[in-house]
T-cell receptor, first 113, second 116 residues
Framework: DADVTQTPRNRITKTGKRIMLECSQT?????MYWYRQDPGLGLRLIYY???????NKGEISDGYSVSRQAQAKFSLSLESAIPNQTALYFC????????????FGEGSWLTVV | QKEVEQDPGPLSVPEGAIVSLNCTYS??????FMWYRQYSRKGPELLMY????GNKEDGRFTAQVDKSSKYISLFIRDSQPSDSATYLC????????????????FGQGTILTVHP
């Protein structure tokens, strides 16, 4: 089983709908992240969290919200999805004790029509 | 202009070839430089990690950083079909949070295919 698990792996949703992407990890890391990957733009940081009570905006947080339900769970929500949020979303974790290597999940393909 | 520029390819080479992948950047504050490999339908995985200028070798892979030219490279020797993937360069400024805060600036990725 993957250390960083994302659900759903694929989702098509309509404009204006609320969608949640969930992430759970078994690595025991405190730090969790959500990134977005677009063709031609690489990966960009949406939100990051160092623990349940510490959530911070990244480079492109507008239109997104997150919830850190537990050390191992970090979810990303699109309150009212729009087509330009169509992208591949990655959850990731890291641990300062591991040299700050960032470990990525397998990604969630989201299409907003 | 993007902070990090990477030729998207695609790059197709025969098995056994030496592959050179490159990125240029504009932010002189970047101190940490990484290469990630991303297989189709998978998340990126860290391949190489270097600090400041210099070379680092790991098996068939060599990472080079030239901060004076703001240029980094990844060389793959004796390339194999299993090396076929998208390669992403990434870099960070430790004074702006850097990897400790997940604040990496990625290139757009180069698609590499190694054919038998």
């Amino acid at each position: 089983d993957a250390d960083v698990t994302q659900t759903p792996r694929n989702r098509i949703t309509k404009t204006g709908k609320r969608i949640m992407l969930e992430c759970s990890q078994t690595k025991g890391h405190d730090r969790m992240y959500w990134y977005r990957q677009d063709p031609g733009l690489g990966l960009r940081l949406i939100y990051y969290s160092f623990d349940v009570k510490d959530i911070n905006k990244g480079e492109i947080s507008d239109g997104y919200s997150v919830s850190r339900q537990a050390q191992a769970k970090f979810s990303l929500s699109l309150e009212s999805a729009i087509p330009n949020q169509t992208a591949l979303y990655f959850c990731a974790t890291s641990d300062p004790g591991s040299g700050n290597t960032i470990y990525f999940g397998e990604g969630s393909w989201l299409t907003v029509v | 202009q993007k902070e990090v520029e990477q030729d998207p390819g695609p790059l197709s080479v025969p098995e056994g070839a030496i592959v050179s992948l490159n990125c240029t950047y504009s932010n002189s504050a970047f101190q940490y430089f990484m290469w990630y490999r991303q297989y189709s339908r998978k998340g990126p995985e860290l391949l190489m990690y270097t600090y400041s200028s210099g070379n680092k070798e790991d098996g068939r892979f060599t990472a080079q950083v030239d901060k004076s030219s703001k240029y980094i490279s990844l060389f793959i020797r004796d390339s194999q079909p299993s090396d076929s993937a998208t390669y992403l360069c990434a870099m960070s400024d430790p004074n702006a949070g850097g990897t400790s805060y997940g604040k990496l600036t990625f290139g757009q990725g180069t698609i590499l295919t190694v054919h038998p």
